[in-house]
């Protein structure tokens, strides 16, 4: 069973790449762009996790979130606030309306992702497996060990990255850009030839005893993980 994850959000390019990067982990997301229309939304369904702004048209996140927590239904959601604003008496406000975590823009699309796990792990951890499985590959996100067909595997802290991030989503077509989006981050300059070395290595790893080659090229796309 997917995670449920609302993501509320008027910034649309924003949204666009947050819903891509949470289906990318193997999340149900629903974006909504206004706080007036989440508030009515989130009376009918309450998702796993709630990723909110600060600043939205109709009703502002912190209202939202207020108004979230005097409800019996969303009382205990896990609720992640987004804001531009950085002051300690602004995050020390959005804390105390009931958000569980505060994460200031600019931020790294790897840190949320991570903030998103760790907080689902600690607030509904049926909901979140630990262990990602696609064909013989095994990898435990914990002890951050891989396997493949009982043997294991020693992969580098980007390799490792790498991999989860494909079997998150496999046999998905993954362009250079958004691998370096969902691996490295936006905010990081990295080249795009870099992504070639580091598909390659893990390529190598994963290729033991001249098993089948699991991560296809596509040419001019990008690469995939085979299941």
Same mark, same amino acid.
């Given at each position: ?60 996140? /912190? $209202? !939202?979130? &207020? ?8 009382? +205990? ?5 987004? @804001? ?52 013989? /590959? $095994? !990898?435990? &996100? ?8 009982? +043997? ?5 802290? @980007? ?56 991560? &296809? ?11």
């Amino acid at each position: 069973m997917q995670p449920k994850i609302t993501v509320v959000e008027d910034e649309e390019a924003l949204s666009v790449l947050l819903r891509y990067n949470l289906e990318a982990e193997g999340y149900d997301v629903e974006t909504i762009l206004r706080g007036d229309e989440a508030d009515i939304r989130l009376q009918e369904q309450v998702p796993d996790l709630l990723i909110l702004d600060w600043m939205l048209p109709g009703v502002s996140g /912190i $209202e !939202l979130c &207020r108004r979230l927590r005097q409800r019996g239904a969303t009382e +205990r959601m896990p609720i992640i606030m987004l @804001t531009a604003r950085g002051e300690e008496s602004e995050r020390v406000r959005g804390l105390s309306t009931g958000a569980d975590d505060y994460v200031v823009k600019p931020f790294s699309t790897p840190e949320l992702m991570a903030r998103v796990r760790a907080m689902l792990r600690r607030a509904k951890p049926e909901v979140l497996s630990s262990v990602l499985k696609c064909g013989e /590959i $095994e !990898l435990d &996100r914990d002890s951050h060990r891989v396997h493949r067909k009982s +043997r294991e595997i020693r992969l580098g802290p @980007t390799e490792f990255r790498l991999l989860e991030f494909f079997m998150a989503a496999p046999g998905r077509v993954f362009s250079r850009a958004q691998l370096l989006d969902g691996v490295w981050g936006h905010d990081i300059y990295v080249d795009e030839r870099t992504v070639d070395v580091h598909v390659g290595r893990l390529r190598k790893a994963l290729n033991i005893s001249n098993m089948k080659d699991v991560i &296809r090229t596509v040419r001019g796309a990008g690469y995939s993980m085979e299941s």
